[in-house]
């Protein structure tokens, strides 16, 4: 792809799909349809319950990097979640240096698998939600968007046979400070490969689970 910058590119200064997304974003504004629907270099397993099925964290991942074409896909699955009103109310800060992520590990209780090879921070961003209710409703919204967007970039991870550890516990102070904003970080999705793969993790039984609600008459 040519180095150079253009004005009208849309994606951000230090982070280039490797491919063009291409300027016609008159389908979805802003989601990177084109990198969603390339051919993938390799088969995937886009069945998504098999996905789901599959997945599992990991926290030993090997030092071999994520694929740009992965990258892309991983940024561009965050940007189809749902969220309130379409109005987006999160932010994605896209790692890209070995010492922020150091810094990241100590912001997140030396969690040192916190420094893999691709570290997303995904933050709520209210002001971006616009919609007349109260300033609670909205804050709730917004939480909702930007874990929402990391469950999706989670979930695609998965699919391209990726693994992944979500951070939720961190000082949410420092994880500004490091990223330089003021926006408030929901997660940090921390992704590379895992060097053992393992099955998924037990769960309760559905009945446990699930509580039907049925109105007697
Ligand atoms: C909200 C949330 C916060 C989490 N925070 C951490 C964390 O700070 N550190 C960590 O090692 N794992 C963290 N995890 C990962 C969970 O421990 C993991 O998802 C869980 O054990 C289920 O395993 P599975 O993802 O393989 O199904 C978090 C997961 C979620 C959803």
Redesign the pocket.
């Known amino acids: 792809m040519d180095k150079k910058i253009d004005p009208k590119r849309t994606w951000p200064k230090g982070y280039e799909p490797k491919e063009d997304p291409g300027e016609d974003l008159s389908i979805r504004l802003g989601l990177m349809t084109n990198i969603l629907n390339k051919k993938t270099e390799k088969k995937l397993n886009t069945d998504i319950f098999k996905v789901m099925a599959t997945?599992?964290?990991t926290?030993k991942f090997s030092k071999n990097p994520v694929e740009k074409w992965k990258i892309d896909k991983i940024l561009a699955a965050a940007d189809t979640a749902p969220t309130a009103g379409n109005f987006q109310g999160f932010e994605i800060f896209y790692i890209s240096d070995k010492e922020t992520k150091e810094e990241l590990v100590k912001a997140?209780n030396k969690?040192a698998y916190v420094n893999t090879p691709l570290v997303l921070v995904f933050c709520m961003n209210p002001t971006r939600v616009k919609l007349d209710f109260p300033a609670k409703v909205i804050m709730k919204f917004s939480i909702q968007d930007a874990t929402l967007a990391a469950a999706y970039s989670q979930l695609a991870a998965s699919a391209l046979g990726l693994s992944s550890?979500?951070?939720?516990?961190f000082d949410e102070e420092k994880v500004k400070e490091i990223i330089g904003t003021e926006l408030r970080p929901t997660?940090l999705l921390c992704i590379g490969y895992p060097i053992k793969k393992r099955p998924?993790?037990q769960r309760r039984q559905l009945k446990e689970l699930i509580h039907v609600v049925e109105k007697k008459d």
């Open positions: 997945r599992r964290s926290r997140a969690q550890i979500w951070i939720g516990m997660s998924a993790k």
